[in-house]
């Protein structure tokens, strides 16, 4: 499959040297990502000429940043098959997952009336996540369930982390008001069967909440298309900003989900003791909103966009494969998950986590580190995966648009001698 | 003609001091509808009553208060679709929306003639802020017209 | 009282010009602020050279990221008096003053255990406000009265916009749990006897919220001296970037306040269906944290540090009376609140929020507009006090650092004419 | 030598590789203190038990596991501060956590002799994220010590 251009002039920071001048090989993209100029700039500008508070005043400022920002949304809105109203600006993925969560227990205590009724659980409903979840689409659902005396139970994983979909009907049941799971897993980068999921979701009256973090950045995501209720993702893993993140939830929902965050911009009449709110997206976005964040989101998706994500994934899994299997050859590494996918269920992610017999994660880290290879070490915000493979924590390597099979094969040949310089290679 | 005259021609001034249908009227007819609309950027409220009789529109009438943009758009349009019929007001409604979104260009011929006096809200479309004030009235006129044709009792 | 020298060519968008080449005279920064280069410098240089994710991986980005992101807590804190570890960030400060409320609210279900006891309310409790309060200090408090049975209660202004303080004992009584003001209107300008209400809190053992949203940027504030348990601000109006805000609390109270957005970056050891949070400041950042628009928060209060505070509050103090004077003294102009400050309540803001007889706010705010003057027309998210002031909406002009008296002077001018071109004036 | 060389020394190697101390002890004396840290960047955890006769402390044992620093860490305060008094353990946790927050420099003379081979952390000092990792153990037993004064019964 073709690899993408070098685009690596587009990103500043990849010139820096690190370590006594050494050149830069970032393989940390799955924690967050580069930003390219174009990114920079749009935020620049945005400062420079058009900063004003949006959705309010009557000035030249104010109209122009309005505009900016709500045809990011319309952007965002685009790169996933969404329309813009459907989708709500938020401080990151995990903020997102947050928001509805919170909006269920919110609907659980009576908040927003018989119209959010869909939204509450209580005692003998289920709540099912998956055991593959980052921390960010685990712990809301926990709290969610502690909060409303509904039951959390969980689609578990196979050795090489492959969610177990054969008893699916048995863990997601009639009981099951809710089903959140992650579209590609950030420690195996295994892409879930999102069809087969939906589907159950959907016989039984469940909503679905699509963890997709992982994969906007890297593969094309229509969301009408995967016919989930909600999905969220965040721009610093997508080339855009930090402090940004969106959901995307079908308008019907979207429009009776009860808020959870309350002030100003969200409302219609405010008196002392009772307030009613505006239609989405704009009820859930409190106080001043991240106007030059979702701008610079906006140019993110652009500038993917203009890449193609078909080349973008295309490039995705020519890097996945030279990693993954560059892992995997080593001797004395074990790498998390199956080298490659398998037939039904489609792309992989240019991710490999892995441990090296004998040497602890961080002590690796360092080694690499000191080559001017950056990778993440520890447990990914994903714990109960580890528990489940029966570590502590792993070495991250992922890669993202810029990345060129060289910084790949660095890593292959740092790793390979990570053991020697501790002392246990064969 | 500077940019702020285009938006405040005297048709505007005069419909904003002198407006027409102000003072709800209860015709204790059925198919009447009533629609309330808030501009959440400045507070400004309409609560605009409409009346049917079959595909004709009866009665129009209104109370609230706003910027001289919003009294003077509900009043012509008042004046525009009293006595109308459905599709006519459908039409009027579109062209409305379609000059607000003009960015201050006007619209055909056809349109323009169907729109009138209310053509003269054409500078608003180069403030975005202003044009949810010109369509407050329009949107509740919309919604009214609505609820009139679910048969709600008056 | 001394102005501060012409800082006008630190902010690049003051050098725009807007409507037909207009000058630009910005009198919104109470909405929000616009950006000192050395702002918009610290972000660019994180994206382009330290861009990493804090608190986790190993690698030489991941720790400079990570010091410049506690380095600019640190700075924050030192900004309002506090310990670093006393400061949370938060997208804004709307999801600041929600942290506490949403927080208590979890504690009133159990969340936290009996460590979170004190942070418990419910049916007989009171939480009191005022009338004077920003929808984002009112809103959540609405919401926490709902959800918990607890009863909402307010503190009275008087016709100037005042807190009526003579009866605080029957307003404030044993039973409030926790007293949520603002340090200073958004509207009126006045600035509330944090003294008198933190000591009556205080009596009754009520948590005090301050929302210093509209002072921090303005004027010194010392939480300490001030003795609040909580105190809210937004980055933007201070300078510094959008999708950034702070949320100081006494540690002891933070540390035991339980979150009420769950995810990564917030817990010590998670399992499927339980999970034990870090100490504060961490518990309360969940998930990729704002860390550009930490930085830049950083930035802004240095450079107001360097100012100095008292520096810029004596040119607060002095563009407060020429403002409010001047609008004052107009025929026909109705100006909210007093003109100047009472002897015992100390300063006024410089903002001036009115009416002009017989003419919109809108239409107000279009003519200024159109003359380049950026002023801010509706209810500035303060429906409650705008309707006791018996209008649905204002026009706001406001002040910051870089306002010139000239600035000021050409509003008021413009202002002359307003009802000349509307037909109203006598 | 390199930075790296100076972060893993040989003698932070051989400690990693024969850890001291490993293995939890019951000595069933009051005076137990017991703490359990977590490094929570990786994950690694650390249970640490302290036995206090007077003001001795008698006995330093844990499990727990982790990459070579925080187990070399371990291991070292363990031949270091068993056996000595409580003021003596105080200043050498005190000198340690000076010399994680040297940035690679070493201490005076008098600190570094007090922590003998534990100086050859000093390379850790330059790499701020793993100084957590260094002193996982430290805090374990400071918090230990408090836990065994309290006289909480073995
Ligand atoms: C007094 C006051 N409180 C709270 C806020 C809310 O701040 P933000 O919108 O940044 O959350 C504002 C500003 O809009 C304010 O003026
Ligand atoms: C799969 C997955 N879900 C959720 C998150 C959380 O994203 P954020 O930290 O931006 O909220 C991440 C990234 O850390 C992730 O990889």
Request: aromatic content about 4%; charged content about 20%.
């Amino acid at each position: 499959m073709p690899l993408l251009p070098d685009l690596r002039p587009d990103f500043p920071l990849l010139a820096r040297t690190v370590r006594n001048g050494k050149p830069l090989v970032y393989l940390d993209s799955g924690a967050t990502a580069q930003k390219p100029h174009a990114v920079l700039n749009a935020e620049a500008d945005f400062y420079q000429f058009h900063n004003g508070a949006v959705q309010r005043g009557a000035h030249l400022l104010a109209e122009e940043a309005t505009d900016m920002y709500e045809s990011a949304r319309a952007q965002v809105a685009e790169f996933v098959g969404a329309e813009p109203d459907e989708i709500v600006w938020t401080e990151n993925a995990t903020h997102a997952i947050n928001l509805v969560a919170n909006g269920m227990a919110n609907a659980s205590v009576g908040i927003g009336g018989t119209e959010s009724a869909r939204f509450r659980v209580g005692p003998g409903d289920e709540i099912v996540v998956t055991q593959t979840e980052h921390h960010a689409n685990l712990i809301p659902w926990q709290m969610l369930a502690a909060k409303t005396g509904a039951t959390l139970r969980w689609i578990d994983v196979d050795d090489d982390g492959r969610m177990i979909l054969d008893n699916l009907e048995s863990v997601v049941t009639e009981r099951c008001k809710v089903l959140a799971f992650t579209h590609a897993s950030n420690v195996t980068g295994i892409v879930s069967r999102v069809d087969v999921l939906v589907a159950r979701a959907k016989a039984v009256g469940a909503l679905t909440v699509l963890d997709a973090c992982q994969s906007v950045p890297h593969l094309p995501v229509d969301a009408k298309a995967l016919d989930v209720d909600f999905l969220v993702m965040s721009a610093h893993k997508m080339l855009g900003p930090t402090g940004i993140g969106a959901l995307y939830g079908r308008k019907e929902l979207l429009d009776t989900l009860p808020p959870s965050q309350f002030g100003g911009s969200t409302v219609k009449v405010v008196t002392m003791d009772t307030t009613t709110w505006l239609d989405s997206p704009h009820r859930f976005e409190a106080g001043t909103q991240p106007i030059a964040q979702a701008i610079g989101m906006g140019a993110a998706v652009k500038y993917l966009s203009d890449l193609g994500m078909e080349a973008v994934e295309a490039h995705e899994q020519e890097l996945a494969t030279r990693l993954r299997q560059g892992v995997a050859d080593l001797p004395g590494v074990r790498l998390l998950g199956p080298v490659t996918a398998d037939a039904e269920a489609g792309d992989m992610l240019a991710i490999a986590a892995f441990v090296v017999d004998g040497v602890h994660t961080h002590d690796v880290g360092q080694v690499l580190d000191d080559r001017g290879i950056a990778v993440r070490v520890g447990h990914h915000c994903n714990q109960p995966l580890h528990r489940h493979f029966g570590i502590a924590g792993s070495t991250r390597a992922s890669a993202h648009v810029y990345t060129q099979p060289e910084d790949i094969d660095a890593l292959i040949a740092a790793l390979a001698d990570v053991r020697t310089f501790f002392g246990v290679a064969a | 003609m500077s940019a702020l005259e285009q938006m405040y021609q005297q048709v505007i001034m005069d419909h904003a001091r002198e407006a027409h249908g102000r003072g709800l009227v209860d015709l204790g007819l059925p198919h009447t509808g009533e629609s309330h609309q808030v501009n959440t950027t400045c507070g400004d409220e309409v609560r605009l009553r409409v009346v049917l009789d079959d595909d004709t529109i009866k009665s129009i009438s209104w109370e609230g208060s706003g910027c001289s943009i919003s009294q003077a758009s509900i009043s012509m349009l008042t004046e525009l679709i009293e006595g109308e019929d459905l599709e006519m007001a459908d039409e009027t409604i579109d062209a409305f929306k379609a000059l607000m979104h003009a960015k201050g260009q006007g619209l055909d011929e056809q349109r323009e003639d169907m729109l009138g006096d209310a053509t003269a809200f054409v500078g608003v479309g180069k403030y975005p802020a202003r044009i949810k004030c010109a369509l407050l009235g329009w949107m509740a006129l919309k919604d009214a017209i609505i609820q009139a044709q679910k048969g709600a009792p008056a």
